[in-house]
């Protein structure tokens, strides 16, 4: 019985309470925290409905260290999941360590200033956590999360080591408008527009951003289109698994998402610098998510499934030589959305940072320092995922991957 702070009111962190509210053995008392309290009124108002909890809400602007020091010291919990915004990551971290709390997140620091995802920034905080004592588990959303531990469990229990590794990532949601991000559109319009980086025989290989493409026919979806891209779980997944000779991540994207994106990067709507605008500093990415959909807002409409999974070629443990094995999930948008209010991209992150803190507050996944998601047994995170709405499933595939 333990008590959680959670920080960060958007989709993952409705779906991330939900979920804990939902297991009550595990999260004894939940507090929700954000930049915007009437969100976490919200959210909180849903979960009382839904489940019958009541869950506590505050204000915080989790950038500034020493009002979020000051916040954790009075809510008193066992961790911190952070389900801000990347940006905010050092920070909380910063206040875990001056409060002697565990911290927990979805997705690497970012600056802000810069489309940069590295764990560089994270890691260097490693020795600070041993000091005091503390754990640190980075990236437990879907991916990264999910897909590194897709890969951990199949170099447990299907190949003795992995050649290559491919991250398939389908949203074959549809939300009916015409443009639209599915999670927090600075956040994805900063990852698509960067360019790609895949890991070949000890090296990052850079090529320019949606520049490879390829069709892959998705099971429950359908062909789609996925494009080669940057993700962070490769960074962790090379670190962590360095006998991997190839590791790839690829995203399906729609050809009107493209053309959008394309004349927005044109008029130099992507932008991160900043620009005067009628004497006001602006940056045109932030003004653009100022006027393009909520993803909460879509959570009603969006229809169909996404199925996000890992391929890995390598040596059986059965001694047949080498084989592909193909793990993934789908998830349905709508069913998403009757659970949680929230559709399928914020839920198959929600659930897993449920997890990850279920596992870290059991003590079943502890130690000291920072740990990225690799690091642990993958057995009870994959059953928890089977048991809380994420079910998996494996299959041996004919040959690896042709492309
Ligand atoms: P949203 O933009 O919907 O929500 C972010 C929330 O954080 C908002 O409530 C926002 O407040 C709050 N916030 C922002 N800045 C601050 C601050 N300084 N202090 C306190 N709260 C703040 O994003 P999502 O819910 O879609 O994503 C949440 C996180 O999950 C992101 O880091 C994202 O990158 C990550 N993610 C990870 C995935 C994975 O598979 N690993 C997949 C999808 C997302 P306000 O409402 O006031 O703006």
Redesign the pocket.
């Known amino acids: 019985m333990s008590k959680v702070l959670v ?8 779906v991330a309470v939900h979920k804990m509210a939902m297991n009550p053995d595990i999260f004894a008392e939940i507090t929700l ?4 309290l009437a ?1 976490c009124d919200a959210i909180a108002e849903s979960v009382k409905q839904r489940t019958g909890v009541s869950i506590a809400t505050a204000q ?4 500034d260290v020493a009002a979020t020091t000051a916040l954790i010291r009075k809510v008193g919990p066992a961790l911190v999941v952070n ?6 990551d050092l920070h909380i971290m910063e206040a875990c360590l001056e409060a002697g709390v565990n911290y927990m ?3 690497n620091y970012e600056p802000r200033e810069e489309a940069k995802f590295e764990y560089r920034w994270q890691w260097a905080y490693d020795a600070r956590f041993k000091e005091r004592g503390l754990m640190a588990l980075l ?1 437990s ?6 897909t590194s531990v897709f890969a951990t469990w199949l170099k447990k229990h299907k190949l003795s080591s992995i050649r290559t590794l491919d991250i398939l990532d389908c949203n074959g949601g549809d939300h009916g408008q015409a443009f639209a991000t599915n ?2 559109p600075e ?1 994805n319009i900063r990852e698509v527009t960067a360019p790609a980086r895949h890991w070949a025989n000890g090296a990052w290989v850079e090529t320019p951003a949606m520049a490879i493409k390829q069709e892959f026919d998705f099971k429950e979806v359908g062909p789609k289109n996925m494009y080669l891209m940057y993700h962070e779980e490769l960074e962790s997944l090379a670190r962590f698994m360095p006998e991997i000779e190839r590791i790839r991540f690829w995203m399906t994207f729609g050809d009107a998402y493209i053309q959008h994106l394309t004349v927005l990067q044109n008029v130099g709507m992507t932008r991160i610098d900043p620009v005067i605008y009628e004497g006001h500093e602006i940056v045109p990415l932030q003004f653009l998510k100022a006027v393009l959909p ?3 807002s879509l959570g009603p409409t969006t229809k169909g499934k996404t199925n996000i999974g890992d391929i890995a070629t390598g040596q059986a443990l059965d001694g047949g030589g080498e084989k592909t094995f193909y793990l993934y999930n789908i998830c349905d948008h709508e069913e998403a959305y009757a659970e949680t209010g929230n559709q399928a ?2 839920y ?2 929600g659930v ?1 940072a449920m997890i990850g803190a279920a596992l870290m507050l059991g003590g079943v996944w502890s130690g000291k320092g920072v740990f990225n998601i690799e690091q642990f047994d993958p057995d009870p995170f994959m059953e928890m995922l089977n048991r809380h709405g994420l079910p998996w499933q494996v299959e041996e595939l004919p040959a690896p991957l042709s492309f």
């Open positions: 920080i960060g009111a958007g989709g993952v962190g409705s925290a954000s930049r915007t969100k915080i602007d989790a950038d389900l801000a915004l990347p940006y905010q997140d979805t997705a990236g959303g879907f991916d990264p999360g999910v999670f927090n956040i909520e993803p909460a991209v914020s198959t992150t897993p």
